[in-house]
Nanobody, 115 residues
């Protein structure tokens, strides 16, 4: 059974940091590109960051470049999203997804940036 389980979300003040984790199971994790997306209320789901399966190449949305860092630990079947200098506009439900022979999605974790 494929599972992607996100964790690490919560309430943080502007300028703060959070580290999201996504634990994967049930598929060949190291063969999949991993991505983070986010969806704010009333808006579409937007791409945030990706990390390749080979060599770990990364890409980011312009809105998070320089503030967010995606990484992966293939030994732990986990992908991370380090989020620094958080802004209120980063408030959203964050989802991890796996892209390969098939595409899998997690259930999401809520990030709220507010004073």
């Amino acid at each position: 059974q494929v599972q992607l389980v996100e964790s690490g979300g919560g309430l943080v003040q502007p300028g703060g940091s959070l580290r999201l984790s996504c634990a994967a199971s049930g598929f060949a994790f190291k063969s999949y590109t991993m991505r983070w997306y986010r969806q704010a209320p009333g808006k579409e789901r937007d791409f945030v960051a990706r990390i390749g399966s080979v060599a770990g190449s990364t890409n980011y949305a312009d809105s998070v470049k320089g503030r967010f860092t995606i990484s992966r630990d293939n030994a732990k079947n986990t992908v991370y999203l380090q989020m620094n200098s958080l802004k209120p506009e980063d408030t959203a439900q964050y989802y991890c997804s796996a892209w390969g022979l098939r595409t899998y999605w997690g259930q999401g974790t809520q990030v709220t940036v507010s004073s």
